[in-house]
């Protein structure tokens, strides 16, 4: 018997290793030494790979799919919706979608439908300043929520499961948008059952616009959904009916297919030229390390926003670590690559640190997960062709400004309050922060933050744990130093204080690595009046829904 709220026990897990089969099913490790090897014709693979695995959990009559990435358009899943004055209808419901081959695949999802054109997991955009005006409409036989992550709001609005939606119940959001031009991700929230809502296809994007971008956009000449592409990169565990598992109280829920805007396993055809993609993790639990690899090599990224938007200037990376709900925003330039090149978007290996087993608790990962590289496996997320422009010229794009926006620099936080907390793992197996747990310590909130303080919060992981995507809701926050960091993650910095280029930009989600402290600077001034309870979670959703959140409070 599962308990939900607690990390699964290792002596319960006997017999899991046997489930640790590499036959991924359309990604191949690459750790074993054969080296990488791009660029091998994806129907070839993918027929392999399904025949080897078609004992497993996948469907018989899986043909080889070759399905160009979907970039959102005018109707469907992931279509593009412009916010209005007029309010949006979303209804959260349930229906099938053909995903893959073969049967289709039930989906809970957020349903639009505006002058006859119907939506599902629609990408809204809105500029800066306007209101948004969303009515949830729970049409599931569950409460759910819609939370705006990542958007500077008040308590009322933030869609957490304080507020829940009952079944057959509407809720009005409503509220001015305050943040910067960035990607930022809407989903459902209810408690203890986020990772399954998400996980069943509740979770979609929000663009917001504002001057700074539009001058770079048109600086740059990237047009939007042609070269300047947003990728909502997840893992999901498709069972042999096409449909997606889940088990409320398994760990870490990681995935057999990889799908891309809902596109799984993707290709994408690009022009020689520059490129902009806004990667977005929406996988539940899997932490992924892109790169673009092109002969094996990476080519050179130019990282230049981050969760909360555009960086002051643009870094140089080869590859990146995106962890469960962060958006990163880089360029990728094919200009010097010929028709008929590939390349893939791939997530590197990396050492997991799944270090609690230290404390006799280890997730028994691949029990419920037939078919999934285990955390930390190398895989391929897209697939990238260089075709030949219309006239077989190259695109040349005007050469970057080396400021792309009025990010102001770190401020100086030495005199700013300092809150500590632990991330750690009981002996029962709970997470723990700061020794609460929601399910033991209930909705209370653990602490208040006076309306307008500044503090830095030093979050410290213990080292017999795993890396945190640490969230905080309603507000953007800076990266003030990190210690004690991992090799793989000291390596990276360039900025005094161990500060990697995805710490320089603003941030609601930042990994804890296991023995790391990290230290955060947040200012709390805010609009809105009387108390306002806020959630601070791990972003692993397995984590969050075990109890790894606790409510705080910003008051008068
Ligand atoms: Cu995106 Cu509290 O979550
Ligand atoms: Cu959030
Ligand atoms: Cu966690």
Redesign the pocket.
């Known amino acids: 018997m599962t308990d939900p709220n607690r990390r699964t026990l290792l002596l319960a897990g006997v017999g899991a290793s046997t489930a640790l089969i590499g036959g991924a099913v359309w990604w191949r490790s690459r750790n074993a030494g054969s080296g990488p090897s791009v660029g091998s014709a994806s129907a070839e693979r993918s027929l392999a790979d399904t025949e080897k695995s078609s004992a497993e959990a996948e469907p018989t009559e899986a043909e080889p799919t070759v399905a160009n990435l979907r970039i959102p358009g005018r109707e469907g899943l992931l279509a593009e919706f412009k916010l209005g004055a007029e309010p949006l209808l979303l209804r959260a419901n349930e229906a099938a979608f053909a995903l893959f081959s073969g049967a289709a695949t039930p989906l809970w999802h957020y349903a639009a439908d505006v002058a006859g054109v119907a939506m599902a997991n629609p990408l809204l955009s809105i500029m800066r300043g306007q209101t948004l005006h969303v009515r949830l409409h729970n049409a599931l036989g569950e409460d759910t929520t819609i939370?705006w992550?990542?958007m500077h709001i008040d308590e009322a609005n933030d869609g957490?499961g304080l507020h829940p939606v009952a079944p057959g119940d509407e809720r009005v959001y409503q509220f001015e948008v305050r943040n910067r031009a960035g990607l930022y991700?809407y989903?459902a929230?209810p408690h203890g059952r986020?990772g399954m809502q998400f996980q069943r296809g509740l979770a979609s994007a929000l663009l917001v616009l504002d001057d700074e971008e539009i001058a770079l956009r048109q600086r740059l000449d990237l047009p939007w959904g042609e070269r300047d592409i947003p990728l909502l990169i997840a893992d999901k565990q498709i069972g042999a009916d096409n449909a997606i598992q889940y088990e409320i109280g398994a760990d870490d829920w990681i995935g057999n297919r990889v799908l891309i805007n809902w596109t799984p396993e993707p290709v994408l055809d690009v022009v020689p030229g520059l490129y902009r993609f806004r990667l977005a993790n929406v996988a539940n639990a899997r932490m992924f390390r892109p790169a673009f690899l092109h002969r094996g090599e990476p080519l050179p990224m130019t990282l230049i926003g981050s969760d909360g938007g555009l960086l002051a200037k643009p870094w140089p990376v080869d590859d990146l670590f995106l962890a469960p709900?962060q958006r990163l925003d880089v360029l990728v330039d094919f200009s010097e690559l010929e028709p008929g090149d590939e390349v893939m978007l791939h997530s590197l290996d990396y050492v997991a640190m799944e270090n609690e087993d230290e404390a006799t608790f280890q997730p028994n990962l691949m029990r419920h997960h037939p078919g999934a590289a285990p955390m930390g496996s190398a895989i391929d997320l897209m697939q990238i062709r260089v075709v030949a422009t219309g006239d077989g010229a190259r695109v040349h794009s005007p050469p970057l400004p080396p400021t792309l926006s009025s990010l102001p620099p770190l401020p100086d936080t030495g005199a700013w309050p300092l809150r500590p907390f632990v991330l750690r793992l009981d002996d029962a197996g709970r997470w723990l922060i700061n020794d609460w747990n929601m399910h033991l310590n209930g909705h209370a909130p653990m602490f208040e933050v006076k309306r307008g303080a500044r503090e830095v919060w030093e979050i410290r992981n213990s080292m017999a744990s795993m890396p945190h995507p640490i969230?905080v809701?309603g507000i953007q926050f800076r990266v003030v130093r990190r210690t004690l960091s991992p090799p793989d993650i000291r390596g990276r910095a360039v900025a005094g204080d161990g500060l990697g280029p995805t710490d320089l930009g603003l941030l609601d989600?930042v990994v804890i690595w296991p023995g790391e402290t990290v230290a955060i600077a947040l200012d709390f001034a805010q609009p809105y009046r009387g108390p306002q309870r806020y959630?601070l979670?791990c972003?692993n959703l397995e984590h969050?829904d075990m109890g790894m959140?606790v409510t705080f409070a910003v008051v008068d």
Do not use: D, F, P, R
């Open positions: 939370h992550h990542g957490s991700l989903h929230h986020t709900a969230h809701h989600t959630m979670h972003h969050e959140m």
